[in-house]
T-cell receptor, first 115, second 110 residues
């Protein structure tokens, strides 16, 4: 079956420091990967969408300078939160699709706490 | 801007009852709607999709889509305590972006 693994499950960092999170699709080749942040209030924000053969597209309020993403192949994506502050805390979810008609398969997320 | 409005924010139904959740897209250029369910400590998992007008039934779950009004609903009949979770609708737009509603916290009381 299609699985998405995210690592680490949770992380704590000091304000102003950076942390990297990883996402791996297992059992399928992801044609696109979307990164979301789920707030403590449970709402989703789309950070960026990475599609095969296209540049990574960031949503308003999210920039490559703050959330650089690396998507070297169809199975692996990583995102870094640079210079993290309180407003960056939340559950970062990676969703991978294996085709346009397919759903997003999500990992369990990386929970970021900023002290 | 593409956005999905979801209601209600929370819903409590007795065991065996019917739960109804609703979503409306702000943009008619959607391709599909998906319904997701999220349990605490996990990522959301897809329940079912719908892209044609009308009803789509999968077991106790029925999705209904009205493209003209940009509205989708999910109905859970014979609700069980194990159905208690956070439910999200998601709209997949023609530009490949996927936006989620703000979620409905469903509680099914035994």
């Amino acid at each position: 079956g299609a699985l998405v693994y995210q690592y680490p499950r949770r992380t704590i960092c000091k304000s102003g420091t950076s942390m990297r999170m990883e996402c791996q699709a297992v059992g399928f080749q992801a044609t696109s990967v979307a990164w979301y942040r789920q707030s403590p209030q449970k709402t989703f924000e789309l950070i960026a969408l990475s599609t095969v053969n296209s540049a990574i597209k960031y949503e308003q309020n999210f920039t490559q300078e703050k959330f650089p993403i690396s998507h070297p192949n169809l199975s692996f994506s990583s995102m870094t939160v640079l210079n993290a502050y309180l407003e960056d805390r939340g559950l970062y979810l990676c969703g991978a699709r294996r085709g346009e008609a397919e759903t997003l398969y999500f990992g369990s997320g990386t929970r970021l706490t900023v002290l | 801007q593409q956005k999905v409005q979801q209601s209600p924010e929370s819903l409590s139904v007795p065991e065996g009852g019917m739960a109804s959740l609703n979503c409306t897209s702000s943009d008619r250029n959607f391709q599909y709607f998906w319904w997701y369910r999220q349990h605490s400590g996990e990522g959301p998992k897809a329940l079912m999709s719908i892209f044609s007008d009308g009803d789509k039934k999968e077991g106790r779950f029925t999705a209904h889509l009205n493209k003209a009004s940009l509205h989708v609903s999910l109905h859970i009949r014979d609700s069980q305590p194990s159905d208690s979770a956070l439910y999200f609708c998601a709209a997949i737009y023609s530009n490949n972006r996927i936006f989620f509603g703000d979620g409905t916290q469903l509680v099914v009381k035994p």
